[in-house]
């Protein structure tokens, strides 16, 4: 199997087993947890590189055990969910999840999103070592500052650079292989962040905090 390892959090065996048989024959390695305490333990054995984790655990929560995966690696998270409320999107979201599906869903979907989400971290990997480079310089630390001050999460500014180069929200989500409510949900942690309401506002706070 060539395509990576996947750690699949969850504790109901039929959704399990269903998602371990679309991601095997994608040619995924699959390594499966039904609690948190034991997805924790895999994942630090294993290292795989993606998680899809159920939020509804028996021994823990996704949001936190997501926490707890991002301490120890940044690797994609989505999330799957039977919640349908925007403010738990965006919690998990805002802890670090990278996308998220919503139960019942199709696992032909779901895989594509899988792909989605691998081939997004390797660009972004590309994009971190490229903005690394540039950013060693006088206006980079300060660039990093600003962001960092405001509470902005690496990819929150990837986000913001896109729509200050006037990407719209379908073709951020084409670029970095996300949902486009995903974006969205992105979009109003960033103007929850910077005190704003819209884009335009959003560009102009972060030139005047000297982030863009």
Known sequence: MGEGKILVVEDETE???LVRLYLENSRFQVVEAELGKQALQLF???EPDLVILDILLPDSDGISLCRSIKRMADVPILFLTCK???EDIITGLNTGG?????????????????HALLRRQTMLQRLGS?????TEGQEGLRQKAGYEHVGLTQRE???LQLIDKGFTNQEIAQTLYL???TVKGYNNQI??????????????????????
């Open 15 to 17: 959704i399990r087993e």
């Open 44 to 46: 630090a054995e294993e």
């Open 84 to 86: 349908m409320e925007s």
């Open 98 to 114: 990278d996308d998220y599906m919503i139960k019942p869903f199709d696992p032909g979907i779901l895989i594509a999103r899988v």
């Open 130 to 134: 490229r903005m690394q480079e540039e």
């Open 157 to 159: 500014l990837e986000i």
């Open 179 to 181: 949902s486009p409510g």
């Open 191 to 212: 103007f929850g962040k910077l005190d704003v309401k819209n884009r335009t506002q959003a560009m102009a706070k972060a030139r005047e905090l000297g982030i863009l």
